[in-house]
């Protein structure tokens, strides 16, 4: 295998110094690569993102006009306006009026627009449809109290939340009463999102977004529109809170998560959210007291949880994430899997040089044989390590530690580098159908990958299915009663996902693992990375260093 890949590399460099020799050639390669790629993305796009996948042909949507129950409840659709400009606010409120789900009602809130068209236009809309009402405020007061100004109007059932510059797809409502109807009790249902341009014409970014996931939402506003919620729910938590401006959504959502766990993901793109020069999906900067309200909402959730935690800038920069400190006088018990004495003895110098405080013990697998669990482990929490690491980031015990201390959390995964420590091995693992086959989130990406979604995902804390086996923490409580001898964190994730449990992701404590060929000067290849760090581990820094 090292012989092909070492041909293969052999011919390249030939290939590209025959390319760069000749300013012509090179220009010629440039175009030549640039046609490739472009082709690729686009047959990616078209490939990845059918939109007739999620549009209604002409018979389903005659058929969802006529499928009407008499349980199907009101939603009221919450619509604050600001000086709109009118081709946005037509496009807008017309999506609404065509639903194929007829029994809803629009809400709108205008916070004093300067322009007086836009009341004009929405009471020229009022006029051709009764289900649409308006409330004029007499004074601007922002879009939090704008939209509890619609919500005092609603008389549906459920509400929904919606921009003044945004489409609505037509089976919008009609999905969204299909999910009600199959879960009664539901309390918020979200839907997935595409962008659109300025015109209207162009479909980008398409957002396929988790199930409900706690730990994505303290990272990011991932729900964000199109979303449903229960009316008395919306009221018994007061609705928007004003001074929240720019996160009022975020801010929402978090104290709904605090209240319920009846939430509903619907896997499918009904929304599309207008990107232009004001709004926040073109440019979170256009708008920077929007990092100010997401510290405040943050740190108000961790102050309601009656927890201890730091909300500071997230690995991307236009969010803000926790970092939970965990309970006083807690012990992280380090379990290394390994019987190789030379690789044990890596390990530990690994975790010694990583992090060299009192907050956890080192335990050798082989030494608990025939010992009672609760005298191997002192520790408050677990985490399992086998030989295939070669460093783990600073902090890892005291992060490991607050978030298996989170109540349902299962399993913790750290994110899992390949020896490079700038490509991803690892980012959470997905199940495939019948447990029968787990796939790598995000494996070969770049760890600096600044992606709208790629880098989403690898840089927020966030649930996942499972992740690998090379490392990872859980309470003492949950190892006690899940893990045994030889048994697989996976098969573990998998039943204990359907005890309630669920298992966080974090790119907070970053290792990087074996498995990669090394190559020296870009040129000679050494050997697999395990044995490469024989001869390359610095344990002053606890860190492989691979020769430039």
């Not at 299909?178 to 539901?186: E, F, G, H, S, T």
């Not at 300025?198 to 730990?215: A, M, N, Q, R, V």
């Not at 990583?354 to 335990?363: K, L, M, Q, R, T």
């Not at 399993?411 to 091995?425: E, H, M």
Request: charged residues 25%; neutral net charge.
């Amino acid at each position: 295998m090292s012989k092909k890949r070492d041909a293969l590399k052999l011919s390249f460099n030939i290939v590209k110094k025959v390319v760069n020799s000749n300013k012509h050639t090179k220009k010629i390669a440039r175009k030549a690569k640039d046609q490739v790629i472009s082709y690729v993305h686009h047959a990616t796009q078209r490939e990845l993102y059918n939109l007739s996948s999620f549009y209604p042909t002409i018979e389903q949507y005659y058929f969802q006009q006529r499928d009407i129950k008499a349980s199907d409840p009101l939603i009221s659709i919450l619509l604050p306006t600001y000086n709109t400009p009118e081709i946005y606010l037509r496009e807008c409120i017309e999506s609404i009026i065509v639903q194929s789900y007829p029994n809803w009602e629009l809400c709108i809130s205008d916070d004093n627009s300067s322009d007086k068209s836009v009341v004009r236009i929405i009471n020229e809309y009022i006029k051709r449809d009764n289900r649409i009402k308006l409330v004029e405020r007499p004074k601007n007061g922002h879009i939090s109290k704008a939209t509890n100004s619609a919500l005092e109007i609603a008389q549906g059932e459920f509400v929904s939340l919606m921009d003044h510059d945004d489409i609505l797809w037509p089976n919008a409502l009609y999905e969204t009463i299909l999910a009600i109807r199959d879960n009664p009790k539901v309390d918020l249902i979200y839907t997935d999102e595409d962008k659109i341009d300025g015109t209207g014409k162009i479909h980008s970014y398409p957002f396929l977004k988790p199930d409900f996931s706690p730990e994505f939402l303290e990272s990011c506003n991932y729900i964000t529109h199109f979303s449903t919620i229960r009316r008395t729910l919306m009221n018994d938590i007061n609705g928007f809170r004003a001074g929240y401006e720019g996160a009022q959504d975020w801010d929402l959502f978090i104290r709904i998560g605090e209240k319920t766990d009846k939430i509903i993901h619907l896997p499918k793109i009904l929304y599309s959210w207008r990107i232009h020069e004001n709004s926040t999906a073109s440019d979170t900067d256009a708008k920077p007291y929007v990092y100010e309200a997401q510290r405040k909402l943050l740190e108000d959730h961790v102050e309601r949880q009656g927890k201890s935690g730091q909300v500071v800038t997230g690995i991307i920069k236009q969010h803000r994430t926790i970092k939970y400190v965990p309970r006083g006088g807690s012990l992280l018990t380090v379990i290394i899997t390994t019987d190789n004495p030379v690789k044990m003895n890596k390990i530990k110098d690994i975790i010694f040089a990583s992090n060299p405080g009192a907050d956890y013990e080192v335990v050798e697998r082989s030494s608990m044989q025939g010992t009672h669990l609760d005298d191997a482990i002192k520790g408050t929490s677990v985490m399992v390590i086998n030989d295939e690491i070669l460093s783990l980031s600073d902090d890892w015990a005291r992060l490991a530690l607050a978030d298996t201390q989170i109540n349902n959390v299962g399993i913790v995964y750290p994110v899992l580098l390949k020896d490079d420590l700038a490509t991803i091995r690892s980012a959470g693992a997905g199940i495939g159908y019948g447990a029968k086959s787990v796939v790598n989130m995000l494996e070969d990406m770049p760890l600096q990958d600044d992606h709208y979604t790629r880098g989403l995902y690898a840089k927020s804390r966030r649930n996942v299915s499972a992740g690998a086996d090379s490392v990872y923490a859980v309470s003492k409580a949950f190892y006690k009663k899940y893990f045994k001898e030889s048994v697989s964190s996976v098969d573990v994730a998998v039943g204990s996902l359907k005890d309630g449990y669920r298992h966080v992701y974090t790119p907070y404590i970053q290792v990087s693992t074996v498995d990669t060929p090394v190559y020296e000067n870009d040129n000679a290849y050494v050997g697999y990375a395990d044995t490469y760090l024989n001869e390359n581990f610095n344990k002053s820094n606890g860190r492989m260093e691979v020769k430039a």
